[in-house]
């Protein structure tokens, strides 16, 4: 039998809110669909998938840099040191993953407070999804949730 909900610590209660209410970033995907090229992915089976989705698509490289992607703090309560693994191939966060041109970068964060956050660098190359973690690239395998296994 699993805790009652009123026994969980706060950083636990979140992350349970966060799963069962999830709050979908449907304003900024109707403003980036506005753009003339982006590529947009949600990140619900994991980051890792989700941008060797993308790099498969576009056929390019993407390179994430491991200290930009956002992390809860309480992510990183609940996990310690594995936060940063759950989030490359856990699943079921409504966040968003995409590309866009860097003209286009420029111009939505010119209007004040950024609505994005901007983790890693698109290359021409075949398609796959490097990480990059303390200056050394790691290739990440396309592996996350995946509901029909």
């Given at each position: 039998?699993?805790?009652?909900?009123?026994?969980?610590?706060?950083?636990?209660?979140?992350?349970?809110?966060?799963?069962?209410?999830?709050?979908?970033?449907?304003?900024i995907g109707r403003i980036l669909s506005?753009?003339?090229?982006?590529?947009?992915?949600d990140i619900s089976d994991g980051i890792?998938?989700?941008?060797?989705?993308?790099?498969?698509?576009s056929g390019v490289t993407l390179t994430?840099?491991?200290?930009?992607?956002?992390?809860?703090?309480?992510?990183?309560?609940?996990?310690?040191?594995?936060?940063?693994?759950?989030?490359?191939?856990?699943?079921?966060?409504?966040?968003?993953?995409?590309?866009?041109?860097?003209?286009?970068?420029?111009?939505?964060?010119?209007?004040?407070?950024?609505?994005?956050?901007?983790?890693?660098?698109?290359?021409?190359?075949?398609?796959?999804?490097?990480?990059?973690?303390?200056?050394?690239?790691?290739?990440?395998?396309?592996?996350?949730?995946?509901?029909?296994?």
């Amino acid at each position: 039998k699993g805790k009652d909900f009123n026994e969980y610590k706060k950083h636990e209660k979140f992350l349970v809110e966060r799963h069962q209410l999830p709050n979908p970033r449907v304003e900024i995907g109707r403003i980036l669909s506005t753009l003339s090229r982006v590529s947009l992915n949600d990140i619900s089976d994991g980051i890792s998938s989700e941008a060797n989705e993308i790099a498969e698509a576009s056929g390019v490289t993407l390179t994430l840099n491991a200290d930009e992607l956002p992390l809860s703090k309480e992510l990183s309560e609940y996990a310690g040191e594995r936060a940063l693994n759950l989030a490359l191939y856990g699943g079921e966060d409504f966040e968003l993953i995409g590309t866009m041109s860097s003209d286009d970068w420029n111009i939505l964060n010119q209007k004040g407070q950024p609505l994005l956050k901007k983790v890693g660098y698109v290359t021409a190359g075949s398609p796959k999804v490097m990480l990059n973690k303390e200056g050394a690239l790691i290739p990440l395998e396309k592996k996350g949730y995946n509901h029909f296994k």
